[in-house]
């Protein structure tokens, strides 16, 4: 995130599909006016304590060609059309801005295995499924260009949710969570080198050119 914050020095952002609104605080620290949308009201009245929001369908957003940077955290697999939300935010997009997009994905078996016995995350079904390979081949076809990516494993990715909650509650562990994060890092690595299939893949992506889907 930090990468693509650095990368623009003024504009305007859009948290696509922003829920309460908890990151939107953040890029005011970096001169930049956010706009969050989301299709639930009741997130939306949460996300006004932060910033300027908008109650909208991610599959026909009311903005066109004109944000610097948008942010999907977690949002494509929650939507029945994951293509039509990526063309229309390729649309919204100015040429040459940049999407920051976080996505689970399916070639890490304990995702798949994971979403068929509870298909659902914090009370919202996933309904759309996907591997690596099929994203980027989305966000290539509508036009964008892969600046930065990267991959955990759905076992890193546990582990630190789980950390993090310790270090929360009991903040006398803060040494034990420390050692902790050097633990997942050297294990993720490793994760990478046997190639265990990743759950989360993160990516910049620029638009070059929109062409709708």
């Known amino acids: 995130m930090k ?18 609104g908890r990151h939107m605080g953040l890029y005011s620290l970096y001169g930049l006016r956010c706009i969050g949308i989301d299709i639930q009201a009741k997130m939306i009245e949460l ?5 300027e929001v908008v109650i909208a369908d991610g599959r026909y957003l009311p903005f066109k060609n004109c944000f610097d940077l948008i942010m999907v955290r977690y949002v494509l697999h929650h ?26 994905i399916e070639d890490n078996p304990l995702i798949s295995i994971g979403r068929r016995v509870y ?27 892969i600046v930065s990516q990267r991959e955990d494993t759905y076992i890193t990715w546990v582990l630190e949710a789980l950390a993090s909650t ?9 040494s034990i969570i420390r050692r902790v994060a050097v633990a997942l890092n050297f294990l ?14 993160y990516c910049l992506a620029q638009r070059l050119s929109w062409s709708s889907w």
């Open 79 to 104: 939507m029945t059309n994951p293509c039509l939300g990526l063309s229309e935010i390729a649309r919204c997009l100015r040429v040459g801005a940049f999407l920051l997009l976080f996505e689970v």
């Open 3 to 20: 990468l693509a914050l650095k990368r623009i020095r003024e504009g305007l952002v859009l948290d696509f599909g922003c829920g309460n």
């Open 47 to 51: 996300a006004r304590n932060y910033e």
């Open 188 to 201: 993720e690595d490793f994760l990478r080198r046997i190639r265990f299939p990743p759950g989360h893949y």
């Open 119 to 145: 298909p659902w995350y914090r009370d919202i079904p996933v309904i759309s499924k996907f591997r690596k390979k099929e994203l980027i081949g989305w966000l290539r076809n509508l036009g964008f260009r």
């Open 166 to 174: 310790i270090y929360k509650k009991k903040v006398f562990l803060r």
